[in-house]
Every structure is written in structure tokens, then in C-alpha cells.
């Protein structure tokens, strides 16, 4: 593989990919103008002449990392880029005063036709975004790339390393790459044979707040589709008198209703169903445990770390692959649990944990400290580059 033949499939595969986004705009996956700018890269270019520094964030989870890259780096220089409706609507609210648009797809004409129309010159890459023809016109076009928060899933790794040196000359296209773990720094190693450093994962920069007192709060977050029967089962086993109150917060709150529907009808008026961007902080304030999502099911995990740094006791199932660092190490500080995908079991655990007094403040605090105390150099690394 190399990129001339990366393109001929590419463009093979683009009347079925055109196809695949009039589904998502007639399913409103997609807008207009999130189809317009992702297929044909129609954009005011006027707004961005300004613009020298681009960073890429594909869903929330992404754009809930990049704030410490937002404060540390000059605004009126940052153009934020998407590829999900629920990140761009959420980023909008979050940075109303930054440009934000959708991300051309990586068709070279695309590519081209939007590196021609600005004056770029980094593009901050978040996450797990290895995109063959954004990196190799940028290179050309003499603008930076950077990889920041690194991270490749083991299937991921695997397919990579089946294209060796393919990947490998991706790696030569970075200027500069930063891992999310040491874990991942290996990967990434591994498959583009490139000088990659670890200063600490993003996502630890939050604001850590831990209010006193905690009720007997239950939250089960981010929650799949594919996890709602499951999740069910597990509060159909807790002795519900326990809680001062049980909230499901779905991944995607467009299937809110329909998991309101798979509730019986004694628990429906028991158990609160969470249907709105952005207010999952007020529900963690509350909880005193949250069952974090994504881990039920062969995706990865979600992130805890937002429900940790406001003092909830964290669980999660086996499948946390995404997350594992984190999830080992807060389970050796008694910060978190790790279960099989055993209903009775999850639900045994639930009931052992709500009636403790989890004084956790001090562990958490410096837990947070030490994950994030090296992250300036990531920045004056990538300022100097």
C-alpha cells in the first residue's frame, strides 16, 4: 500500500461514501452544512485567513481533551474541526468565541482544495486521527503536523502494522508526536517507527471539584444502545430504596426516548433518563458511584475521568481497553473497580459500595496532580515547532 493506491481505492469507494452521507442527512446523522463542508470542503474561507493553527477533534470525548491546548495557545490563531453533530453543537457552545467547522474528508481533491484556500501552519491531529491524505498534502504544502494525546486500540495496532511501510512513511509526516500513555507510546512506535514522547494524557486537565456529603446517587454514563437491556438487569437486581435517586445517561441522547420505553413501569418513574448535551458534570456532583459505559460491550470504555475529578467512585466493565491505564491505576487507590459483565455481580458491588463512606478527596486530588504536571512541555514543544 502507498498513498497513489490508497487514492485509487478511495475514489473507488466514493460514490457508495456519498451514498452512505445522503443516508446520514436523510436520518439527520448530518446536516447541510455538515455534509456540504465534510464531502465538498464549502466553506467561507474569508473567516480563516487569520488562522495559522488547525486542531482536530472527531466527538466529544475528543473535544472534552483539548482544553488545555485552547488556554494555552493564542485564539485568535485557532480554527477548532469537527466531524460529529453532537461535538460541533457542544464545541459551539463551549468556544463561542473560535471558528468552528466540519472537517473535510480525506478525498485528495477535498484536502487540496481547503490547505489551497488558508494559511496554515500546524495542524493539531487529537486523539486516534491518522488521515493518509491530510497528512501527506499538508507535508507538502510545508505545514506541520502534530499528533496529540496518541493513542491506537490493539485492533487498530494490528491493522496498521499490516501496511508497515505505509505506516511508516505516515510517521514521517509528524513533526511532533505526543502519546496519551506509555502503553500507546509503544504502539504508535511500533507502527510509524518515529520519536514519540509521553508528558501525560490530556484529559487529566480538569477542574477538580469533590462536594461533601455525598447522597446515595447512583449514575450509570455514557451508556450504548447496545448496553440498555443490560443496564436494565443490573437496577432490576438493586433494592431501589437504597438510592436517593438512579440516573442512565445514554452516549447518544437521540435514543433517550427509546430507552425510556424499554423501562417497566415500576421503575419508570424511578429511574431518570438524561436527554441533554453537556450536563453530565451536575449529575456527577450528585452521584456518589458511577457505573461508566462502553464497557459492557467489545467498544473500549469511556472516559472516567470527568466523574472522578468530582468525587465519584468509579466502576466498570471488563471491556475498557480504551482506558486501561487509568481503570488499573485508580483500581490499585481504591478509586475504582473493574467487574466481569456478570449482571449479578455488577449489581452485588453496587449494593456493597452505597452505604460506605468513600472519602476519597485527598487521593483524588493528587491522583490528577501528578497525571498532568509535565503537560507544559507538550506545549512549549509544539509552540517552539
Known amino acids: 500500500m502507498n498513498i497513489f493506491s490508497y487514492n485509487i481505492i478511495l475514489s473507488f469507494f466514493y460514490p457508495i461514501i456519498l451514498l452512505i452521507g445522503l443516508l446520514r442527512l436523510i436520518l439527520k446523522k448530518e446536516n447541510y452544512l455538515s455534509f456540504q463542508q465534510k464531502f465538498f470542503a464549502n466553506h467561507d474561507y474569508s473567516k480563516f485567513q487569520k488562522v495559522n493553527i488547525i486542531i482536530h477533534f472527531a466527538s466529544i470525548g475528543e473535544l472534552n481533551s483539548i482544553k488545555f491546548l485552547i488556554d494555552k495557545l493564542n485564539n485568535e490563531e485557532i480554527l477548532l474541526t469537527c466531524t460529529t453533530l453532537s461535538s460541533y453543537y457542544l464545541s459551539k457552545e463551549k468556544y463561542p468565541h473560535i471558528n468552528i467547522i466540519f472537517l473535510p474528508i480525506d478525498f485528495l481533491w477535498n484536502v487540496n482544495k481547503f490547505i489551497l484556500n488558508n494559511n496554515l501552519e500546524k495542524i493539531l491531529w487529537i486523539d486516534s486521527e491518522i488521515w493518509p491524505n ?25 491493522n496498521w502494522n499490516k501496511l508497515k511501510s505505509f505506516s511508516k512513511n505516515l510517521g514521517k509526516k509528524y513533526e511532533l508526536i505526543f502519546a496519551k500513555s506509555v502503553e500507546d507510546k509503544e504502539r504508535l512506535y511500533n507502527v510509524f517507527q518515529s520519536k514519540v514522547y509521553y508528558f501525560g ?110 468525587g465519584c467512585y468509579i466502576m466498570s466493565g471488563e471491556y475498557n481497553d480504551n482506558f486501561r491505564d487509568q481503570y488499573l491505576d485508580l483500581e490499585k487507590l481504591n478509586l475504582a473497580t473493574i467487574l466481569s459483565n456478570d449482571t449479578t455481580h455488577i449489581s452485588s458491588k453496587i449494593k456493597d459500595l452505597v452505604d460506605l463512606n468513600l472519602d476519597n478527596s485527598n487521593l483524588i486530588i493528587n491522583y490528577f496532580k501528578d497525571n498532568k504536571k509535565n503537560l507544559n512541555k507538550m506545549i512549549e514543544m509544539i509552540q517552539q515547532c
Not at 503536523?145 to 495496532?157: A, C, M, T
Not at 432490576?236 to 437504597?242: C, F, G, H, I
Open 134 to 158: 491530510w497528512l501527506n498534502c499538508s507535508k507538502k504544502n510545508k505545514i506541520k503536523n502534530i499528533l496529540v494525546n496518541g493513542r491506537l486500540s490493539k485492533k487498530s495496532h494490528a
Open 201 to 310: 494524557n490530556l484529559k487529566f486537565y480538569l477542574n477538580v471539584n469533590i462536594p461533601k456529603d455525598k447522597k446515595n446517587n447512583l449514575c450509570f454514563a455514557s451508556i450504548h444502545k447496545s448496553e440498555f437491556e443490560t443496564i436494565i438487569k443490573i437496577i432490576d437486581k438493586l433494592d431501589l430504596n437504597l438510592f436517593e435517586s438512579i440516573t442512565v445517561i445514554p452516549r447518544h441522547i437521540q435514543y433517550s426516548n427509546e430507552l425510556k420505553t424499554m423501562l417497566g413501569e415500576d421503575l419508570k418513574n424511578k429511574i431518570n433518563i438524561h436527554d441533554k448535551f453537556g450536563e453530565s458534570q451536575t449529575i456527577f456532583d450528585k452521584s456518589k458511584i458511577v457505573f461508566m459505559g462502553g464497557s459492557l460491550i467489545n467498544h473500549g470504555g469511556q472516559n472516567p475521568l470527568e466523574a472522578l475529578a468530582r
